[in-house]
């Protein structure tokens, strides 16, 4: 028992430092923008619906809930820059959640999505691009009556492609596919297919729309 207590101990403090080299990465590549792409920029905010991703409960009437759904709202502000102007660096903030009626009772998970994207201008209108995202604190809670159930994932680095139509100044939209797993370490659960799991799989395929101000 000891000797697997100071192997966990090892391992989550190997793990603790590898998210602190991961976090600090995510630092300095932010830093890059802010001095590539000083020369400008605009405020906007992101509301986007999207789907996919593992079941994490499936009740017996109405629709299931994924962990890769479902709303997500973000502030974010562009960077731009006269020596690229085909490029366009953001960077953005906000919360994704999703909840369900289970059995007179709430299924709730949330997460705080922390974004870099990276767009490549293609003709006067669309952008193609690419980002980084880290999700801190996602939580999934079940309560029904007198179940109160909780599962508080490590913080999960992601990433993401998107195509982007800019249809005026204001308002944009979009299409993104993010990959993501969040997981919890030393400690399994149930998934409603009867898989014992300490991951899940929280990818998503979701549509956007952007205001900018």
């Given at each position: ?56 409960v ?14 997500q ?8 820059s ?26 709730v ?27 801190l604190?996602?939580?999934?809670r ?26 005026t100044?204001?308002?944009g ?18 998934l409603?297919?009867g ?6 799989d ?12």
């Amino acid at each position: 028992m000891a000797g697997q207590h100071e192997l966990r101990t090892i391992e989550g403090y190997r793990g603790a430092l590898l998210m602190e080299r991961w976090l600090l990465g995510l630092m300095l590549l932010a830093l890059f923008p802010a001095q590539v792409f000083a020369q400008g920029g605009r405020h906007y905010v992101l509301l986007e619906f999207a789907s996919g991703g593992d079941e994490l409960v499936n009740p017996d009437s109405g629709r299931s809930l994924r962990a890769g759904e479902l709303l997500q709202i973000s502030y974010g502000y562009k960077f731009f820059s006269e020596d690229l102007p085909q490029w366009r660096v953001d960077l953005r903030a906000g919360s994704k959640l999703t909840m369900i009626d289970v059995d007179g009772g709430d299924a709730v998970f949330y997460r705080f999505p922390l974004e870099l994207a990276f767009h490549r201008k293609l003709g006067d209108k669309f952008a193609l691009g690419f980002g980084a995202a880290y999700h801190l604190t996602p939580n999934y809670r079940l309560e029904t009556g007198p179940v109160d159930d909780s599962i508080d994932f490590d913080g999960a680095f992601g990433g993401f492609l998107h195509l982007e139509y800019q249809a005026t100044e204001k308002f944009g939209f979009g299409l993104r596919y993010l990959k993501i797993d969040y997981e919890k370490e030393d400690n399994a659960f149930q998934l409603p297919n009867g898989e014992l799991t300490d991951k899940v799989d929280g990818s998503s395929v979701g549509g956007y729309v952007t205001y900018t101000f």
